[in-house]
């Protein structure tokens, strides 16, 4: 494994998949994971991530986990790389992460641990014993702002660990140790937070970004990432003002309608993301209005079939 | 069952277990678990709580867990109450929970979510389907403070729901609570923050506290609980300030160490708690000397064999 130039896969967008639960049985749709996977490919989407958060990732049941990666390496059948997302106690994630890798997942992504309680010295021991024991190439997903980057540093001479998506929202922060990380570790750094932060993030460091937008709208995406790689300033705002209004409305309710939103668009240019699971409810007549517009703006609109 | 009074069962001291790893392989000490419990319960403590999250609930695998409420009742053998903390997805919970009840666990205490998303109505639905979906008296741990506590006053009429432990340190937030749920739901009120929150909590309703520290100190735990039962403020305060200091210490590195300072008094007076698994690290020298000067203050210091 060349794990030296492997991080330069998310010098990409990295795409979040959603997952699909039937409408009342909330069963998983795997016919819906299929079309998802597919339709992200078909557009230019390079990096799938299945069991991140917009897939829900905590609403899973651990076979569901399993089922969902195994299905999305099927599904994108070596056309596009597939991260895997793992997590929860140390023994659980590596059982995942030596999962992902029996069924030809080519790297995984490691939850932030939802320990209440964690040290700094404590998370690096997390994170180093789950890379340590799966042979595949690790990106951290590094987002709860009490622990210091100093685990970062520290794990950052590990030959697997080949990115981090980082998802705070503290530039200053980010810049400080992506400046502080020798380049010879070739870690590549991922914007952690989407659209709206991947400007500033790239600024600071950063060569890709997550996207939960690329499930209905890649194209602009991949337009976002084009224009940050070319340095091209006034094309990178015209795309940012474009997204900004979707991504702020998930964040509506403390991000408590994160995925519905992202659901909801897709159901609405008719693709087939079914419902969420709890503990997120269905979106109110007024948010669905408000997603909506956002879709008639950006003209993807379903044609109206002639009566 | 009789739920109208089983929630009387916590109008008392909620003893959260510790979860005893070996050194080096970190496995679980069952022998540990086995000399935990029949400490509890012969210092006096009626409630024992395995899988909470002194018991470092998310640092178990699911097996773990399972097991370790099996083998609590096992030990406990109908001498304590034993609520079995269940968690995760809402399918992970259910299962965990019809197990515990299998297995003769008394009740289930059903942690908060942890996805990232929550809404206030897809917290109704989560707590909703594993309550309806398990045949055993319920307690909600309520931690999240972005979300409503609506949610508890929409769920106080489910029979199955006998108590909530609120663990939101804003007294107001909870007084009001208190007051707007009727009184015929039962509901019993626990301080979800142990004994530096109780005296406040129990002013405003509470009529039970959870404890990491009978791990170590029931008897300070129990006299506190005396106290305030007899409305004895001159000793409420006396013992408040006892162990003030331990729990503020369990509280350094934004509560990183909570559990770690716990195994620590545990040690030290003899008692074999083991060490704690990743995201928690071994403690300092000097966090493990200020225990030590607690100890001493509280006169529980082993007695130095003769040489």
Chains 1, 2 share one sequence.
Not at 51 to 78: D, M, P
Not at 207 to 224: A, C, D, I, M, W
Not at 235 to 261: H, T
């Amino acid at each position: 494994m060349d794990y030296q130039s492997f991080g330069k896969k998310f010098e990409d967008i990295s795409g979040i998949t959603i997952t699909p639960f039937k409408e009342g049985s909330k069963e998983i749709d795997w016919n819906g994971v299929k079309e998802n996977v597919k339709f992200l490919i078909n557009r230019g989407v390079n990096v799938l991530v299945p069991c991140g958060n917009t897939s829900e990732f905590y609403a899973l049941t651990l076979e569901e986990v399993k089922e969902e990666i195994r299905y999305v390496v099927e599904c994108a059948n070596k056309r596009a790389t597939v991260l895997a997302g793992v997590g929860y106690s140390v023994a659980t994630a590596i059982e995942l992460g030596n999962y992902a890798k029996d069924v030809g997942a080519d790297c995984i992504m490691i939850h932030m641990p939802v320990h209440p309680f964690m040290t700094d010295d404590g998370v690096v021991d997390y994170f180093k014993s789950i890379i340590e024991n799966v042979d595949l190439p690790a990106v951290i997903y590094f987002k709860n702002p009490a622990i210091s980057d100093r685990v970062l540093e520290e794990l950052s001479s590990l030959e697997r660990l080949v990115a981090v998506k980082y998802a705070i929202n503290d530039l200053p922060r980010f810049a400080r140790t992506v400046h502080s990380i020798p380049a010879h570790h070739n870690i590549t750094w991922v914007c952690g937070i989407a659209e709206k932060w991947a400007p500033f993030f790239f600024h600071a460091g950063a060569r890709g970004f997550t996207s939960g937008l690329v499930n209905l709208y890649p194209e602009k995406s991949l337009e976002l990432l084009a224009a940050l790689k070319k340095n091209d300033e006034t094309k990178v705002w015209s795309v940012w003002n474009e997204v900004l209004p979707f991504e702020n409305l998930r964040e509506k309710y403390n991000s408590g309608v994160n995925v519905a939103i992202v659901k909801e668009g897709m159901r609405q240019i008719g693709l087939n993301p079914g419902v969420t699971r709890e503990p997120v409810s269905p979106l109110s007549a007024e948010d669905k209005a408000a997603v909506r517009t956002l879709i008639h703006q950006w003209n993807l609109d379903i044609p109206k079939q002639p009566q």
